[in-house]
């Protein structure tokens, strides 16, 4: 069973801690940069009950929730294990002229658009942003720089504001960069499509997440984000043998009391960033925990 179908089912915040049917625990590390994250969790044989409950609760609105977090989670973790402070986080728009709208028609709107190159789907931004990669990487190899050093993660968003009639929506993407020579004018130069926003790559305290969070809010289909090739990304070491069932019955019910002290007392150097999750189940026997913790400088 998948560890999506486990966390669906553990959606109770107390609840007894039970052995039974309980075959091991499994133990999954995350480290990705300064980030920790450790998930806790029964290896169990499923009832026919628990089965039932699981498929059930894949067409309920707790499981976009559930996803929704794992895409965090895991954007985060890319965003930890590939950029550094010279990282650059910059939003890429376009240059609506929004004082002609007022004194056009619908048709002469949309030759407006064409003109101005503006997109009219997210495919057309998509092309968009390939072309800007290109120009970049170009501008690189013009510096005597290698271009296959440029990292480079982004993700189309949709104006909130709806489009007026017959229009196309709006669009912009937010993007984190970082290369050899790049720097915020040369971003803006190889774009060309309208002043852009830059800041430097915030790794202090929680700032990744946070990042991934922004970039996630709209939760698009997969194809609104994409990255370069030469990111790494983490994929968690896994042990069925570093917590016992025994010690995982005393950890969930020491973490409710007291995670953060016992957290990192176990990960000497690390410190708890986000609340410790413990959750119970009325289907699954065991309990499943969460903790995410980063270095401390």
């Known amino acids: 069973m998948r560890l999506t179908d486990y966390e669906l089912l553990f ?3 107390v609840g007894e801690y039970s052995g039974a049917g309980v075959e091991g625990t499994r133990t999954q590390t995350f ?3 300064r980030q920790l994250e450790v998930k806790v969790f029964p290896i169990v044989r499923l009832t026919r009950e628990a089965r039932r409950e ?3 609760r894949r067409s309920r609105p707790c499981v976009a929730v559930i996803n929704a977090l794992n895409r965090e ?3 985060a973790r890319i965003l930890e294990a590939n950029y550094t402070r010279r990282a650059i986080v910059v939003t890429l728009p376009y240059a609506y002229p929004v004082e002609e709208y007022a004194m056009c028609s619908l048709s002469e709107m949309l030759d ?10 997210v495919e057309d931004v998509q092309r968009d942003k390939r072309n800007f990669i290109a120009r970049l990487k170009r501008r690189m190899a ?3 720089i290698d271009p296959a050093g440029l990292k480079w993660d982004m993700t189309i968003e949709e104006g909130k504001e709806p489009p007026a009639a017959g229009l196309p929506a709006k669009y912009h993407i937010h993007a984190v960069i970082e290369g050899e020579g ?3 004018g040369m971003i803006e130069s190889c774009w060309g499509h309208g002043r852009t926003h830059a800041e430097r790559f915030d790794l202090d305290d929680d700032g990744p997440m946070r990042l991934a969070r922004y970039l996630n809010k709209q939760r698009h289909p997969g194809r609104w984000w994409s990255h370069s090739r030469n990111l790494k990304i ?3 070491t896994v042990s069925d043998r570093k917590v016992s069932r025994r010690r995982l019955s005393l950890l969930a019910a020491d973490i409710m009391k007291n995670g953060r002290e016992i957290m990192e007392r176990l990960y000497p150097g690390y410190r708890i960033v986000e609340e410790p999750v413990v959750r119970y189940s009325d289907f699954v026997a065991g309990a499943y925990i969460y903790v995410r913790m980063r270095r401390r400088d």
Do not use: M, N, W
Request: no cysteine.
């Open 182 to 184: 790049v720097t915020p």
């Open 31 to 33: 480290r990705a940069g």
């Open 54 to 56: 699981a498929k059930s």
């Open 234 to 236: 983490p994929t968690p």
């Open 73 to 75: 989670r895991y954007h």
């Open 11 to 13: 959606d109770l915040p």
């Open 112 to 121: 407006i658009y064409e003109r101005d190159g503006l997109p009219f789907d």
């Open 142 to 144: 013009a510096a005597g």
